[in-house]
């Protein structure tokens, strides 16, 4: 399973990330951070990926 990995100098911090997969995402100090990389089970994490406006958002 790939690993979802935030790029913090890339990042913007506009939350969508967090809405579609609010198991594995949260703001942090106006970033994205990955809490839970083992949750992308619970929702589409690939869809994270395709919706990151800056593309900060790999999965490894």
Known sequence: MATPVVNLELCIGCGLCTELCPNVYEL???KA??????????CD????VDSCPVQAITLE
């Not at 951070?33 to 619970?42: E, M, N, T, Y």
């Not at 994490?45 to 994270?48: V, Y």
Request: glycine share 0%; with cysteine; hydrophobic share 20%.
């Open 45 to 48: 994490c690939k869809q994270t």
């Open 33 to 42: 951070w990955v809490k839970d990389p083992k949750a992308c089970d619970s």
């Open 28 to 30: 942090r100090d106006d």
